[in-house]
């Protein structure tokens, strides 16, 4: 299709077509708008039912009656709960850290340890709905397809070249491997710490986790 003088021709046939109306076009873009509020529906309230369900525990119905939509309406966004499980790890897995970019002028240091003190923390172990991907979805992700895996490497190499970035000391080698022992203790200690019942042991967990992961950022 062509258009010359606000007068469209089909390309195969030359025929002269009528331009669409100024109706015509304000419905189309309200109807792309309400796909892409939807899709966006869909990401923000799958992710929060799913942290909260498991992979396997919630259906594409609960998913869709979250977001505020039909099931025919999150597979016409996505193929599938495993196509939107990949959607959800490739935006969130290591946000808000890692949405800053490298040329941004910041601190990464304080970056991260404004982070770490809000992860590591009582209230990111009670509200896992509301908290990363990591430690919630993770396991489920073990047991995904390669392109959801695949996905989740993507974002995992980000956030620990974004951490080691903020690191002080050593080689750059030496800071990676620091910043895979932080991420170890971000996940494991709300794994470990949620699984437990609240009380002693899981407060002293997250404390501990805390205390050795800024015992890391200048090492």
Known sequence: MVQWNNVRYDNERYAMIEPKSSKESILMRYSTDQKVKARRSIIESGAKVLKTGGFAGVGVDQVAAAAGVTSGSL?????????????????????????AREGDDIDWHARLKGFLTGYISSYHRDNPAGGCVMPALSA??????AGVRRAYQQRMNDLIDKIARALEGGSRRQRRERAWSIVALMVGSLTVARALPAGDEADEMVKSAFQSAMDLLSK
């Open 75 to 99: 597979y016409s966004n996505f193929s599938g709960k495993e196509d939107l499980l990949k959607e959800i790890i490739g935006e969130y897995l290591g946000a808000p850290y890692t949405d």
């Open 140 to 145: 489920d992700v073990s047991r995904a397809s």
